[in-house]
């Protein structure tokens, strides 16, 4: 169904209610209207790496699990997978009767905010630090999440528009200050490509103000740029909860009517939250009109219509239960866990020998934890495999796993100091006895993630340091000094300052299967492959307060100093040659040959540095990326396209100007920096590219 015979079904059904109906439909829990045959319906539902909160379903890798891969086409089949699963649930549920919270098909995914500092807790939940790279990941999920059918599949939803990424403790006040440069080079991109080349369904506001407006209620955001500007023609919803903090934080309203007024005037057509229960106070207190509440009722509706809510059904009707949770769907979500993680360091102890090695001890907190897999807005799955599981599994029949705990996640305090002791005895005796220590550490959504979710810990879901916790810092030592070797696994949404050990894999929080894709690739089953989405700097001394939205000395395109692991950056148990790179007419192409030993997928990453226009960014930005697959000794010529906007620049003004003459590309496995070739042994390939 095309979006104007829906949108006009949905003016035919909505001028047959009443106002006070209308106002009610504005509301994320949606009442029944049995007298025109409308069901009740409930709009919030979750898929950021699965179906979420709402029973049994496949636990992808978090979001920032499957921005390392680096990998479109993977993104897309994922949320392709996940919209099935959700409609499986859905016509199950719905023959039921149980339309309630996250039994929908509007799924508020993707999170296309920049993750702009490593301590946002919810910096998990994005596809990395990067506009081009989060543009295109966050393009190839809303269409696997909406289909290609008659009708939507499921409805995706764009958030949080705009300019968020923390602090968390005071996102209901916080006003977002962001220069206009800042704004459409870094914060904009991604909402516009998943409107212009997606088409998403809905865009989510945010809780906080951007320049002093609140996101939910913002005319520049909502009326100007989204619906002005770029055309947007689907539904608005508001963060949850949101709109009282109009007048409770931001005090930017008095009162609940007059909230929900701002918000309703400035497009926001779906309430979560309870501030549109004011809408007929609003309205007889001559703040809103019924024609504003009847044409935000009739884009509802219209997304009713096209999911097949409404009307003649969908295609997607015929889906079966048994579409969820299968063995397929888990064996994906074990495919996509191996090319996720990221081996920052080896000193050559990876992959192991399994037929050499005795012992192998499982230390730390994360070891057989289930919440180290699933990072946050997760589903429930019924096949989780934790990291001792997994490598138990390999070594049986082939060497005794030894298991201690070590520590807790988070020592605080009041943590029983004896029974603290007790567990480092404990672990340094597993690694006294085994041949090799596999230190399973980080932390897990209750230290980092959303405001309100957490223990509270780092700062209401952020960080405060990219530092281990103590007690994991202190079982590290204990057991790095034992003096053998130790291979460091990090379950974790983000950034942290780890160095120690003689290997280093970052395991992000890496979904149901990840103790099974952490065991093949630690014994050499599977070959990592996957690219940091982000800066890991060594300390947040070395970045700017974390209040300031400036991009200055922020992520690798305008960061100055030396870091830990550049953003881009993943080592391989094989070895990729870079040959005969040229650009011709738009495409950038490229030799590249597996000279290693194995075979293995490699990340293609093409950067560009303007040398001319003065409003460049400071370093260099990537501009295109390719994952393949070569046998080892294999090669072959890939091209690239580079999109048109790689050669502009975002003056001060926020507009997007053609001013440079002369470019560089950089092809190659990594960004062109003196870290990344320091670590890799490589630099990419460069061609000079000058336009008359």
Same mark, same amino acid.
């Given at each position: ?331 994906? +979500?074990?495919? @996509? %866990? &191996?090319?996720?993680? #990221?081996?920052?360091?080896?000193? *050559? ?5 399994? !037929? =050499? ?69 404990? +672990?340094?005796? @597993? %690694? &006294?006895?085994?041949? #090799?220590?596999?230190?399973?550490? *980080? ?5 980092? !993630? =959303? ?242």
């Amino acid at each position: 169904m095309d979006r104007e015979t829906a949108r006009k079904m949905a003016r035919d059904l909505v001028a047959q209610m009443t106002l006070d109906e209308k106002a009610a439909q504005l509301r994320y829990q949606a009442p029944a209207i049995p007298r025109l045959g409308i069901p009740a319906y409930n709009w919030w539902n979750e898929a950021l790496h699965g179906v979420a909160r709402a029973g049994t379903a496949t636990v992808f890798p978090q979001a920032i699990g499957i921005a390392a891969t680096f990998d479109e086409t993977l993104a897309e089949t994922i949320a392709d997978t996940v919209s099935t699963e959700a409609r499986a649930k859905y016509n199950m549920q719905s023959a039921h009767e149980d339309r309630d919270i996250y039994k929908g098909l509007t799924m508020w995914t993707p999170n296309v905010n920049i993750f702009r500092d490593p301590r946002w807790g919810r910096g998990q939940e994005t596809y990395g630090e990067d506009p081009y790279l989060t543009a295109r990941l966050g393009v190839a999920f809303v269409k696997g999440l909406q289909g290609k059918g008659k009708t939507l599949k499921t409805a995706a939803c764009a958030k949080h528009f705009a300019v968020h990424s923390g602090p968390e403790a005071v996102r209901h006040s916080f006003d977002a200050v962001v220069n206009p440069k800042d704004l459409w080079e870094t914060y904009l991109p991604a909402f516009e490509a998943l409107v212009h080349e997606a088409d998403v369904e809905s865009v989510m506001g945010a809780y906080n103000r951007v320049n002093g407006e609140p996101a939910c209620g913002s005319k520049t955001l909502l009326v100007d740029i989204l619906r002005g500007m770029w055309g947007f023609e689907g539904h608005v919803v508001s963060d949850c909860w949101a709109i009282k903090d109009f007048h409770e934080h931001h005090h930017v309203t008095d009162t609940a009517p007059e909230s929900a007024a701002l918000a309703l005037e400035n497009g926001c057509d779906l309430n979560c939250g309870d501030v549109y229960l004011q809408l007929l106070a609003a309205y007889q207190e001559g703040r809103v009109t019924e024609a504003q509440i009847t044409t935000a009722c009739e884009r509802l509706m219209t997304t009713r219509f096209l999911l097949g809510l409404l009307g003649e059904g969908s295609e997607y009707d015929t889906i079966a239960y048994d579409a969820n949770d299968t063995d397929a769907h888990d064996a994906f +979500a074990q495919s @996509v %866990a &191996e090319k996720s993680m #990221v081996l920052l360091k080896n000193d *050559g102890v990876l992959p192991l020998a399994l !037929g =050499e090695l005795k012992n192998v001890g499982v230390i730390g907190p994360n070891s057989d934890s289930i919440a180290a897999l699933e990072g946050n807005y997760n589903g429930t799955s019924s096949r989780y495999v934790t990291f001792l599981e997994g490598i138990r599994a390999a070594c049986k029949g082939k060497a005794r796993v030894f298991y201690s705990q070590g520590c807790h996640l988070y020592q605080d305090r009041t943590s029983n100091l004896a029974m603290a002791a007790d567990r480092l005895a404990e +672990a340094v005796a @597993v %690694a &006294e006895r085994c041949d #090799v220590s596999i230190l399973c550490l *980080g932390l897990d959504a209750t230290l980092e !993630g =959303e405001e309100g979710d957490t223990g509270n810990e780092y700062s209401s879901g952020d960080k405060n340091s990219l530092e281990l916790p103590p007690s994991q810092q202190k079982l590290l030592d204990a057991v790095l000094a034992v003096g053998k070797p130790v291979i460091v696994v990090l379950a974790v949404g983000s950034a942290l300052a780890v160095e120690q050990g003689n290997a280093i894999l970052q395991a992000w929080y890496p979904g149901q299967a990840g103790g099974t894709a952490l065991a093949r690739i630690l014994f050499g089953e599977a070959n990592p492959s996957a690219r940091l989405p982000v800066t890991f700097y060594r300390s947040t001394l070395d970045l700017p307060d974390f209040e300031d939205y400036a991009m200055d000395k922020r992520t690798y395109r305008y960061f100055d100093g030396e870091v830990l692991y550049p953003f881009g950056y993943g080592l391989s148990y094989t070895q990729f040659i870079y040959r005969d790179a040229r650009y011709a007419n738009g495409e950038m192409t490229v030799t590249v040959e597996n000279t290693g030993a194995l075979d293995g997928d490699e990340v293609v990453q093409v950067y560009i540095k303007d040398h001319d226009a003065p409003f460049a960014v400071r370093n260099h930005s990537l501009c295109a990326v390719k994952r393949i697959h070569l046998a080892k000794g294999e090669r072959t010529q890939i091209t690239l396209p580079i999109r048109k906007e790689a050669f502009t620049a975002v003056d001060t003004e926020g507009k997007r100007v053609t001013q440079g003459r002369r470019f560089t590309l950089y092809a190659g496995g990594s960004q062109p920096d003196r870290r990344s070739a320091a670590l890799l042994g490589q630099a990419p390939l460069s061609v000079d590219v000058t336009f008359a």
